[in-house]
């Protein structure tokens, strides 16, 4: 099945985004492994990078590191100055030529965002041009296992649909790595489980992703009485991702076990 764009429009997401999401532990945690390796100020490049959350989390690990993020959306850059001001931010988009030097970077990461990119080829083959030799790209997304098991899906079934139609599936993924010369050095699960607190239901009530913002309103609010009737019984929300790192030509494998 082929893909299908949904468009978001962050411009207008960007003070709902900024005041609902946050880096999570079990994503950043695998990425901050990544920097260790990393010699004071190599390039650390943020695909998509929102309103700053993970180029944020990693400064706070290695803050001798230079960090740059770009983004289609100018309102979430300019939360992301705010909240990250020590990374570099530039509008662009990662569909097209990115405005980065080739070679220039030690670690290229994206989260959360390549079911928004709709020149897949274009956006493998411009990772692998500004990563140095030897290093590392990093996917941070979904795939149909995550889907299936985490919660905003148990709580908003109507959604399943929605991501499998505009979400890449991983051989599409993969097939593009392989024709830029990218090799998939490892598939990682990443999870975790957030409390169910009034300040957590809040933020799902004014639509904190943007599969729910593709949601029938009907639909919305019929997830949203199953997530209260869960607060009441103490339950916790499940929060999974697929992480899937990539190596660019002579290595980068070093580390992490093989696919
Ligand atoms: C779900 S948010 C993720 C933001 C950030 N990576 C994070 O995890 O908090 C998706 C981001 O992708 C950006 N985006 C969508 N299409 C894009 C494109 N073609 N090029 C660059 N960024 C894009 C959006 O503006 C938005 O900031």
Redesign the pocket.
């Known amino acids: 099945m082929s893909r299908q764009h949904f468009p978001t429009d962050?411009d207008e997401f960007a003070p709902t985004?900024a005041w609902t999401?946050s880096a999570v532990p079990w994503v950043v945690a695998p990425l901050a492994q990544l920097l260790t390796a990393l010699a004071p100020r190599t390039v650390v490049l943020?695909?998509?990078?929102?309103?700053g959350?993970?180029l944020r989390a990693l400064a706070e690990w290695r803050p001798d590191l230079l960090y740059a993020g770009?983004?289609?959306?100018k309102p979430?850059l300019r939360e992301a100055a705010k909240r990250a001001p020590q990374a570099q931010y530039l509008a662009?988009?990662?569909?097209r030529a990115f405005p980065i030097c080739n070679q220039s970077c030690g670690l290229v990461f994206?989260?959360?965002?390549i079911h928004?990119?709709?020149n897949l080829a274009t956006c493998f083959s411009e990772c692998a041009r500004v990563l140095q030799p030897g290093s590392r790209l990093v996917f941070v997304t979904d795939s149909e296992e995550t889907f299936r098991q985490r919660s905003l899906t148990k709580f908003f079934p109507e959604i399943l649909s929605i991501e499998l139609q505009r979400y890449p599936s991983l051989p599409s993924l993969q097939q593009h790595a392989s024709a830029v010369g990218l090799q998939l050095l490892a598939r990682e699960r990443a999870e975790g489980w957030i409390p169910l607190s009034d300040e957590f239901v809040t933020k799902l009530a004014a639509k904190c992703s943007?599969a729910m913002r593709l949601l029938a309103p009907e639909y919305h609010a019929a997830g949203m009485a199953r997530v209260r009737e869960a607060q009441a019984r103490g339950e916790q929300w499940r929060s999974c991702y697929t992480l899937l790192h990539y190596g660019s030509a002579f290595g980068g494998g070093s580390g992490l076990t093989s696919a």
Do not use: E, K, L, Q
Not at 46 to 51: K, L, S
Not at 92 to 95: F, L
């Open positions: 962050y985004y999401r943020d695909v998509g990078c929102g309103t959350n993970y770009f983004d289609i959306s979430m662009a988009d990662g569909s994206t989260v959360d965002v928004h990119i709709d943007s």
